[in-house]
């Protein structure tokens, strides 16, 4: 795997760990506790939400899905 995706991954899962240990979260901060740019951050969101670990209950706010999810 290339450096660039394995930082990606790992951003991924950062992004998932953080929501799934502060509940719901909006984009804005998320964005700032990983300073990134919003671009980036709906990148992630929307990996996120293909793979249905996280979901929008409202518009800019963010929270985990039921999916059991073994994270190592």
Wanted: aromatic share 6%; charged share 30%.
């Amino acid at each position: 795997m290339s450096p660039s995706t394995d930082r990606m991954l790992n951003r991924v899962k950062s992004v998932y760990l953080f929501i799934r240990r502060q509940g719901p979260v909006t984009t804005k901060e998320l964005v700032e506790e990983f300073d990134m740019t919003q671009r980036t951050m709906q990148r992630d969101l929307n990996i996120l939400t293909y793979n249905n670990l996280v979901r929008s209950p409202r518009r800019g706010q963010w929270a985990v899905t039921e999916k059991k999810v073994r994270v190592s």
